[in-house]
Each structure stands twice: as structure tokens, then as C-alpha cells.
């Protein structure tokens, strides 16, 4: 048996606090930018350090790892998925639709919420989520 001993410090260790950005490649950076400007409202990296940057609404965030084989991104070369909160799937997906956008709705809903799916201008998918609020009595 290996016993390890902990100074006081030691138990509490620094975590990150969220995602300070995320970056990804793209086939044409500038169009796709805008896209998400455009229809997510997702405001695209500032060019000085005067503008500001999207500030995303506190949250839930849940980061999952899944397996290499999985189909639950779509097209087997895909690596990732974005998944944005929305406060009104309906509506986004309204405004979505309108703009042109195919979108899916899964029928389901779920105990943590109701989902989206679509997928951007070069492929990449994503998946919208409007968060239950757990009921307490």
C-alpha cells in the first residue's frame, strides 16, 4: 500500500476557469466568421484590443471526450462539434430557417434539455441546446 501525504496547500489545485476562445481551421476563415456573426450572433475576433470580443452568457458547459469511432458528430472525419446554449430553441431555429439554414430538431426531450442540430457553411456540425431548469419543489 502506497500512502500519499498531502501538505495543506497541495489538495486544492489551480482549474481553469472555462474557454478563453476556441480556434479552428477553415477553409475560408473570413465568410465563415461572418456566418457565425451572422446567425449565431457569435461576434468575431476583434482586430484591436479597443473592440470587444463575444462574451458568452454564464452557464453550463459540459466538456465531453468521446470515442474515436463515434457517429454522433456526423461524417466520420469530423473531430468536433460546437455546441451552443440558446434560450429559445424555437425561435433560433425559426430565425435559422428563415435565413435558409437547414436545421433539425430533435423531437425528444430530455431530462438536461431539447436540441438542435446544423451545420455550418464548411460541414462542421453543431448542435444548439435550450437548458432545463431542473424543477425543485
Known amino acids: 500500500m502506497c500512502l500519499v501525504v498531502l501538505s495543506a496547500g497541495a489538495s486544492e ?9 476556441v480556434f479552428f481551421k477553415a477553409e475560408d476563415p473570413k465568410a465563415l466568421a461572418l456566418w ?14 479597443e473592440e470587444q ?21 456526423g461524417a466520420d ?10 434560450g429559445d430553441l424555437d425561435a433560433m431555429v425559426q430565425q435559422l430557417r ?4 437547414e436545421v433539425e ?8 434539455g431539447r436540441f438542435a442540430r446544423l451545420a455550418d457553411p ?3 456540425p ?8 431542473p424543477v425543485t419543489d
Open 122 to 124: 464548411e460541414g462542421n
Open 13 to 21: 489545485r489551480e482549474k481553469v476557469l472555462g474557454f478563453g476562445g
Open 36 to 49: 457565425y456573426e451572422e446567425h449565431l450572433g457569435v461576434k468575431q475576433t476583434p482586430k484591436t484590443y
Open 98 to 101: 428563415e435565413a435558409g439554414i
Open 53 to 73: 470580443p463575444w462574451v458568452q452568457a454564464g452557464g453550463t458547459t459540459v466538456f465531453g471526450v468521446f470515442n474515436n469511432k463515434t457517429k454522433y458528430f
Open 105 to 112: 430538431v430533435d423531437p425528444e426531450t430530455y431530462p438536461n
Open 77 to 86: 472525419d469530423q473531430q468536433f462539434m460546437f455546441n451552443f446554449r440558446v
Open 126 to 133: 453543431i448542435q444548439l441546446w435550450q437548458e432545463m431548469t
